[in-house]
């Protein structure tokens, strides 16, 4: 068994990091798991968490918001809707995010409530891991 | 003849008009830079994004349950073209080109007896069809006092196209917008988005289809993919737009500076001209005086 696979994390605007990690870790929409390597063939979406990429020099973490990862014998690729490293981004931008949600959620159509609502709590859930 | 005081007046005012086309050629220029440093950063985003679309649709396409934005709504009876252009003009051909391209096809439809909806994104493009089609029009999004595109906008823009779809007012979905080839190159393109066209790979991939385990399931998870594609294909046409857009601008206003150029050049000459020629004539009228006495 290969001991690293390709990482590879993007967002619309950019690339944030491409590199082989030993293991990844996943905020899956039905729970957290982590990928090693020869994983086999997985879609997932996401919910808002923080993705852990186990590299040669050491683990990076990067906050998501939504997307999916798409998980390969060879390797993880996330595509996230929005996504930042973990040291970039502070609680003010994560409450920012969630203030962003709960008024969402108060708009939607009532078939969509559930769908916002449980983003407004993986948001919130979110804001305690960042302590 | 024009007197030589118009022709200095014409020789300063084509000057100004010279600094003004050599700033906005710089000014293009590093909007350019920052605009294809966008466009290739959203890059890798688009192609994951269209392998996992690819590998997701071809398992999926036959399937009975397969949703509408795969599928299709079973005709082609109605088309929404999304004419994508600029907000202002003095780019050169960027804005006709693509205009150009979505009447060809506003014709072949018609001529095919297809009903045609228009929605515009840019005051140009809005403006020049509005002439021949304005009752064709459905809407229209406005990007202007916008410094850069974002992902937002072609969110606004993904929402706009797929609640119209939603509600049936159409069946396919045509984006039409100017490829980024290179500064002098853009390429009008149309591509269609809705139902989503899955490029055949060839090779390895397509012999031996990956067979996914999906979590939650293939379903919940098309259903959201779809829409991303969508919006990840209007944001690519975006930012390959606003390159285009500053490369027409800035060959425009690059031959826009030449022409001042050569156009100041030859007044000049004309202006030395008829000076002399004044010399020459007070000359002989000095001289043929003092002959006369």
Request: aromatic share 6%; proline share 4%; glycine share 6%.
């Amino acid at each position: 068994m290969a001991d690293s696979f390709a990482f590879d994390l993007v967002a619309p605007e950019r690339r944030l990091a491409s590199f082989p990690a030993k293991a990844v870790q996943i905020p899956g929409a039905e729970g957290d798991f982590t990928a090693l390597p020869d994983h086999m063939p997985l879609i997932s979406s996401l919910r808002p968490g923080i993705v852990e990429a186990e590299g040669a020099d050491g683990t990076r973490a990067f906050v998501v918001i939504q997307g999916f990862a798409e998980i390969t014998p060879e390797g993880v690729t996330i595509i996230a809707e929005r996504a930042f490293p973990r040291e970039e981004i502070g609680r003010a931008e994560i409450e920012a995010l969630l203030k962003e949600a709960q008024e969402k959620a108060e708009t939607c159509p009532p078939e969509e409530k559930d769908v916002a609502d449980k983003l407004v709590a993986d948001i919130a859930h979110l804001l305690e891991m960042m302590v | 003849m024009p007197s030589l005081k118009d022709l200095k007046n014409r020789i300063e005012s084509v000057k100004s008009t010279r600094k003004i086309t050599k700033a906005m050629q710089m000014v293009a220029a590093a909007k350019l830079r920052r605009a294809q440093e966008a466009a290739e950063a959203a890059r890798p985003y688009a192609e994951s994004m269209g392998a996992v679309l690819g590998n997701l649709a071809r398992a999926a396409r036959d399937s009975e349950s397969a949703p509408r934005l795969l599928k299709g709504t079973g005709s082609d009876q109605t088309h929404l073209l999304v004419v994508m252009t600029a907000e202002r003009g003095l780019c050169g051909g960027f804005n006709s080109s693509i205009v150009r391209l979505a009447k060809s096809r506003i014709e072949d439809l018609k001529a095919a007896g297809k009903t045609v909806k228009i929605l515009t994104v840019g005051r140009k493009g809005r403006e020049q069809l509005k002439r021949e089609y304005g009752d064709l029009f459905v809407g229209h999004v406005d990007l202007s006092g916008l410094k850069n595109v974002g992902y937002d906008n072609a969110e606004t823009i993904a929402r706009e196209v797929l609640e119209r779809f939603d509600a049936g007012e159409f069946d396919v979905a045509t984006l039409f917008f100017n490829r980024f080839r290179s500064v002098i190159s853009q390429i009008p393109t149309a591509r269609q988005i809705i139902p989503a066209v899955v490029e055949e790979e060839e090779g390895a991939a397509a012999e031996a289809p990956r067979f996914y385990e999906y979590e939650p399931d293939e379903e919940e998870i098309l259903a959201r993919l779809l829409p991303q594609a969508v919006t990840s294909q209007i944001f690519s046409a975006l930012l390959e737009n606003a390159a285009s857009e500053q490369g027409a601008r800035m060959s425009a206003m690059d031959s826009a500076t030449r022409n001042a150029g050569e156009m100041i050049d030859k007044l000049t000459i004309l202006y030395n001209r008829s000076r002399q020629a004044a010399i020459t004539k007070e000359l002989i009228e000095i001289i043929s005086g003092a002959e006369a006495l």
